[in-house]
């Protein structure tokens, strides 16, 4: 009889073990998004909504309701918690947009912080017409859906003892919410589910950008790190982009401004000049000229200065007149990586979104990440 025992308790945990292991193998991957930050307030609706504080605890609150920040957290009606937690059958509305998932609203050091717990697959077909736009090649739709999820996931672990995983701005990746969903977004993430790309077996860091003007740029050039999987490659096939060629004026007095408060001496900016530029074309550094002397500042930190919708990239020429100074450049945004508008032409031409992969990301391979 006791090892009729034994045996029976063996199985039983052996079962629960299986159990278990096969219940978290199936839990589909959730991303946490921050929607909302540094607001004083949001506004709330949705059918069947249920609130509850960050504790657990369970609260009634006619809808819509206002969440405002509190001197202890935040604040609803007569609510007071340090968060609340919504979740709805349906979607949850904010400031009039729609959101799967479960949102967490929590006092910030400025404003509110707004957090979206939401599944990685409901997430990316959101996602898919805030970066591009689904009537695109469905091969070029396929390839954005899977380096975002590439680069969500690289996020997720890198940022995992955070109180999120991605920004839902140009930051990181353009979120939405599900406002804008559709069929050609939902049929690009489940012919691809679970796709990413990866190096040497790991997932990569998968940046992109809108348009590159005819040569992506390689990683350390913008950033710190080099990347064997981020180099610079010729891409002609983005010259179409109606972005693709720019011009913009600023007022010098503003950008005399704008670079003294980042701590540059340019009073009386005379002049501003490229000093290097990469293999790629683009302006590695710039030298400013003033009556203070000559001042060296990279091209990348002059873009985010003066703003990333003003200079779309570092590979532009200058001319100065009395009051302004005019930027004329091609292409938009850092360059590295996967260039959106050589993808769609790409695609229309025929490549596969597999090919698309493996030309803006040498030496790469895509791998099944999971399953639901």
Request: hydrophobic share 35%.
């Amino acid at each position: 009889m006791p090892a009729v025992k034994l045996f029976l308790t063996v199985m039983l945990f052996m079962c629960l073990a299986f159990s278990t292991a096969e219940s978290a193998a199936s839990r589909p991957e959730t991303v946490r998004v921050a929607i909302y930050k540094g607001l004083e307030s949001v506004r709330i609706s949705g059918y069947g909504l249920s609130v509850s504080t960050g504790d657990g605890r369970r609260v009634e609150i006619e809808t819509p309701f206002t969440v405002k920040r509190g001197r202890n957290g935040v604040s609803a009606g007569e609510v007071q918690a340090r968060s609340l937690v919504l979740s709805s059958p349906g979607i949850v509305q904010i400031n009039g947009k729609g959101y799967r998932g479960t949102i967490e609203i929590v006092a910030a050091e400025k404003g509110l912080l707004v957090i979206d717990e939401i599944q990685l697959e409901e997430y990316l077909v959101g996602l898919v017409n805030c970066e591009i736009s689904s009537q695109w090649p469905i091969e070029a739709v396929k390839a954005q859906v899977v380096v975002a999820r590439s680069f969500a996931l690289y996020q997720k672990e890198s940022r995992k003892n955070m109180p999120y995983h991605l920004e839902s701005t140009v930051y990181d990746q353009v979120y939405d919410g599900c406002d804008i969903e559709d069929s050609r977004a939902e049929r690009a993430v489940e012919e691809t589910a679970g796709e990413v790309l990866t190096y040497d077996g790991a997932i990569v860091l998968a940046f992109f950008h809108s348009s590159c003007g005819g040569h992506t740029e390689a990683s350390e050039n913008v950033w710190p790190t080099r990347l064997p999987y981020l180099r610079g490659v010729e891409c002609t096939y983005c010259m179409s982009s109606p972005s693709v060629v720019w011009e913009q004026t600023v007022p010098r007095r503003r950008l005399e401004s704008i670079l003294r408060a980042a701590g540059y001496k340019v009073r009386g900016l005379k002049e501003i000049r490229p000093k290097s530029r990469n293999r790629s074309g683009r302006i590695d550094s710039i030298e400013l000229v003033s009556g203070e002397g000559k001042t060296t500042i990279q091209a990348v930190s002059f873009r985010k200065l003066v703003g990333y919708g003003v200079i779309r990239s570092t590979g532009f020429e200058v001319k100065g007149t009395d009051d302004d100074f005019t930027f004329t450049g091609v292409g938009y945004g850092h360059g590295v990586g996967l260039c959106q508008w050589g993808t769609k032409k790409r695609a229309e031409e025929g490549f596969s979104y597999q090919e698309i992969l493996s030309y803006y990301y040498p030496g790469t391979r895509i791998r099944q990440h999971f399953t639901e």
